[in-house]
C-alpha cells in the first residue's frame, strides 16, 4: 500500500520482498468494507476471490448463535491473491520491486539508513518498516526492548482446497464465519468456508493459558466430535505465526529517517486480532507522511494520526483489565454478551471484529 502511494507520487521506491509472491499468509482472511476502501478495492471489480459476508456465527455450549444483516458487512478473500493483487499494483504504478530480498541488517548513516542484503547494500533516506512482528526495521528501532510492551497473540490456521460441493454439505455451510471463543476467554477458534477453501485456526494471548499447538488439537478434536470436520477431507498443514496487538503504545511508530507499519508496529486490533484495516491504513498514513515536503513535520504527524486512529486512553487498555478478572467471571460476561442479540451484535461482532460497517 504505502509503495503504490509513493510511487504515484512518482517518489523513487525501492520494495524489498523475503518471499516469492504469489505466497500463502497466515490469515482468516476477512476483510471489512473500511478496509477494501482504504486499500481502493472496489468488491464489484476485484478479479479475484471475494465472499461476501451478512452472516457471522458464534458458537458457545453447543449452541449457534447467528447474528444477520442485510448487506454484507465484511468479504472473505484468499490472501495469496489479494496481496499478490496489491504487490502487482504497486509494480505497475512505478515501484522497484524486489522478491527473494531478505534484510539481515538495518543501519543509521547520520542522515541516511543502510540495508544489508547478503553482500548488498542498499542506501537511502528514508525507510518503511513493514515486515511484520519480526521486522528487522522495527528491531534496529527498538532493540530488545522490541517485544517488552507488546501483549502477543500467537495462533495457527490452515487454507484447505476442500471443494465447494463438501463444504456445502458442512453443517456450518458457506461463507458464514463462525467463532468458537476459547474456554480460557482469551482467544478463539474460527471456522470459515470460502468457495472451494475451508480456512481453521485458533488464536490467544501468549501471556500464559494453554500453549497454541494443545489448543489447537483441542479445536480440530472438538470439530470431529461434532462432525463438522469429516476424516475424508484433506487439511492443508497448519501454519503458526505471532504478532502484537495494540493497547496503546509507549514508544513512536515513527521517527527521522523510518516509519513502521502494520504488524511492525503493533497495529492490530485487540480482542479480534484484525490486522489488516490496520496494515492498510498505515501504510497509506506512512506513505503520506513522506510524501509531505517536510520530512520531520511528516513523521510526526505520522505518530499523532496513528495515536488519535488507534488510541492510546484507558477504554484500549480494557483487554488488560479484562484478563485480570478471575476466570468464572470472564465466562459469565462473555456468555451474557454473546447471548443478548444486541450486545452480540454492536459489541462484539460490529465492535471488536467489524470496526464499523461503513467504510
Request: aromatic share 10%; proline share 7%.
Amino acid at each position: 500500500m504505502a509503495a503504490w502511494r509513493l510511487a504515484q507520487a512518482r517518489k523513487d521506491v525501492l520494495l524489498l520482498e523475503a518471499k516469492s509472491f504469489p505466497r500463502f499468509k497466515p490469515c482468516a482472511g476477512w476483510v471489512t468494507p473500511k478496509a477494501l476502501a482504504t486499500l481502493e478495492i472496489d468488491p464489484l471489480t476485484y478479479p479475484h476471490l471475494l465472499i461476501p459476508i451478512s452472516q457471522v456465527a458464534i458458537a458457545l455450549d453447543g449452541d449457534l448463535l447467528v447474528t444477520s444483516w442485510p448487506q454484507p458487512v465484511s468479504y472473505g478473500v484468499l490472501r495469496s491473491e489479494l496481496d499478490d493483487f496489491l504487490l502487482k499494483r504497486a509494480r505497475a504504478a512505478g515501484a522497484d520491486v524486489r522478491f527473494g530480498q531478505r534484510v539481515d541488517r538495518v543501519e543509521w548513516l547520520g542522515s541516511r539508513v543502510s540495508l544489508q542484503v547478503g553482500d548488498e547494500h542498499w542506501i537511502s533516506e528514508q525507510v518503511i518498516g513493514a515486515g511484520g512482528s519480526s521486522c528487522p526495521v522495527a528491531r534496529a528501532v527498538e532493540g530488545r526492548s522490541l517485544w517488552k510492551h507488546r501483549p502477543m497473540v500467537a495462533a495457527i490456521m490452515s487454507e484447505s482446497p476442500v471443494g465447494a460441493s463438501r463444504l456445502l454439505e458442512s453443517s456450518l455451510g458457506t461463507g458464514m464465519p463462525v467463532l468458537f471463543p476459547e474456554p480460557e476467554c482469551d482467544g478463539y477458534g474460527w471456522y470459515f468456508a470460502k468457495g472451494d477453501f475451508l480456512n481453521l485456526g485458533v488464536g490467544a494471548l501468549l501471556a500464559g493459558g494453554l500453549a497454541i499447538p494443545q489448543r489447537h488439537k483441542r479445536f480440530l478434536q472438538s470439530l470431529a466430535r461434532d462432525g463438522t470436520l469429516p476424516d475424508s477431507w484433506t487439511l492443508s498443514p497448519f501454519v503458526g505465526h505471532s504478532y502484537a496487538v495494540w493497547r496503546g503504545r509507549r514508544t513512536h511508530p515513527a521517527g527521522p529517517h523510518y516509519l513502521l507499519t502494520g504488524d511492525a508496529a503493533g497495529l492490530a486490533h485487540d480482542f479480534s486480532g484484525e490486522g489488516i484495516g490496520p496494515a492498510a491504513l498505515s501504510g497509506s498514513l506512512a506513505a503520506a507522511a513522506l510524501i509531505h515536503p517536510d520530512s520531520v513535520r511528516g513523521y510526526q504527524d505520522y505518530n499523532r494520526r496513528i495515536a488519535l486512529i488507534q488510541g492510546n486512553g484507558p477504554l484500549v487498555r480494557t483487554g488488560a483489565w479484562v484478563e485480570k478478572w478471575p476466570l468464572f467471571v470472564r465466562r459469565k460476561l462473555l456468555a451474557r454478551l454473546c447471548r443478548h442479540p444486541w450486545t452480540r451484535r454492536r459489541w462484539i461482532l460490529e465492535g471488536a471484529f467489524l470496526h464499523g460497517l461503513e467504510p
